[in-house]
């Protein structure tokens, strides 16, 4: 299935359901070592605000590598995913652990959490999607609503700013022709949704949360691929230490394809 006949289902599950038969979900994170640096960001952040009991949800779970990561460690993860192969991938992944739930659901509607049960909340997949301003603003508030008043919540989003040069990697031709609008280079929404930093800042600000850090989570490891992914074992872990300690510069966030916010209620 080609992109345009992507645009036109309406339904969001068959939609999500289809493109991910397109993109590689499960190796997204660990395909290379400039990959894996986004996980690496997260996993970093993350470690700052777990207590050993921490119940943790995870909002776009897809095929489980945060939640299998955690469920690993011991703590108590429960998984929101609503591609179903990815669920179907997720559930054998988490039958090896008894502290490992999965939910065939939407993140927008959490009813069947209660307020207040979560240390942690994971938004990393379901703002990628949702176009609709009013299901953002549901999806956020939800989540935060089952967030303890002590916990924190990490939301990631898209750059839109960073998007013209990484896709010039793959098409040299893209600032040409590119899905753009050639004035203000915001990127037509689709098949992901992409923001502005200031955007992202006041679309979490407006759901109530409040913004303690902003981190560039993968900063430019998808433009820099090739040399990264070349590196040696010692040239690689010292380039990690470089990006950890730039990661929430910030005259460096807006060269980095993803962010992630970390916050409150």
Known sequence: ???????????????????????????????SK???????????????????NSRILDLGAGVGEYTLFFANKG???HAVE??????????KKASAFDNCFVYHQSAVDLSNFDDNSFDVVLLFGPLYHISDAQQRSDCLLEALRVL?????IFVSLINNDIIPLTE??????????GDYNKETFKVDDFPFVFFNLEQSHQMLVDSGMI??????TDGVSELMASTINQMSDEAYQQYIKYHLHYCEDIHRLSMSNHWLFVGYK
Request: glycine residues 2%.
């Open 148 to 152: 303890k008043d002590d916990g924190t």
């Open 75 to 77: 703590y108590e993860v």
């Open 211 to 216: 913004v303690e850090r902003i981190v560039a």
């Open 82 to 91: 609503l591609v179903d192969h990815h669920v179907e991938k997720l559930n």
């Open 34 to 52: 400039a990959a894996r640096i986004e996980f690496i960001t997260s996993l970093h952040i993350i470690s700052d605000y777990l207590k050993n």
């Open 168 to 177: 010039s990697v793959y098409d040299t031709d893209y600032f040409n022709h």
């Open 1 to 31: 299935m080609d992109m345009n006949k992507l645009k036109n289902i309406t339904d969001e599950k068959q939609q999500l359901n289809e493109l991910y038969k397109l993109f590689d979900e499960e190796n997204r994170l660990k395909r």
